[in-house]
């Protein structure tokens, strides 16, 4: 944040939020910060996963090709913000290689690169406004919240005001 970040993306979930944690994402959305965090692989519905069930986190779950809640995403639609696709991956590997790798730590990043680019769009977006645009996504199910996630309805929502 003290050095421009506007957007944090957050792969990993911890079974308890920490006073220090609650601090500091309250911090960075007062900052106009978007947060997005994954909600966590244990295909449990609407767990106490942190940061994902933090106030002001877009917590995001994932989908196979079909999109279907992969089996190990957590879920639920007081949890879940969007989902976004989290089964096979490609990312880099040690070693210099590329690997498949599934899990809901590979799903937020799709979601924080949208608020990205919705941030490029309009320098003043905050996490209220990414996460409104970003809920305009293709409907699933209630338990993968607004749906999984679509630019495209994202960006031209915006377009639209």
Known sequence: MEHGA????????LAGASEELLRALEFATDSGVICVASAG???EKEP?????????VMAVAAT???DVRSWFSNYGQHLIHVAAPGEGIITTYPGGRYAAAWGTSFSAPFVTGAAALLVQIDPGTDHYRA???LSHAARLTEELG???LDLYEGVAKRHDD
Do not use: E, Q
């Not at 506007?6 to 979930?13: D, E, G, Q, R, Y």
């Not at 106490?48 to 002001?56: E, G, K, M, R, T």
């Open 146 to 148: 607004h749906g999984r």
């Open 131 to 133: 996460a409104d645009d």
């Open 48 to 56: 106490l996963i942190y940061p994902a069930a933090s106030p002001n």
């Open 6 to 13: 506007k957007v944090i993306n957050m792969s990993f979930s």
């Open 41 to 43: 692989n244990d295909g």
């Open 64 to 66: 196979d090709d079909f």
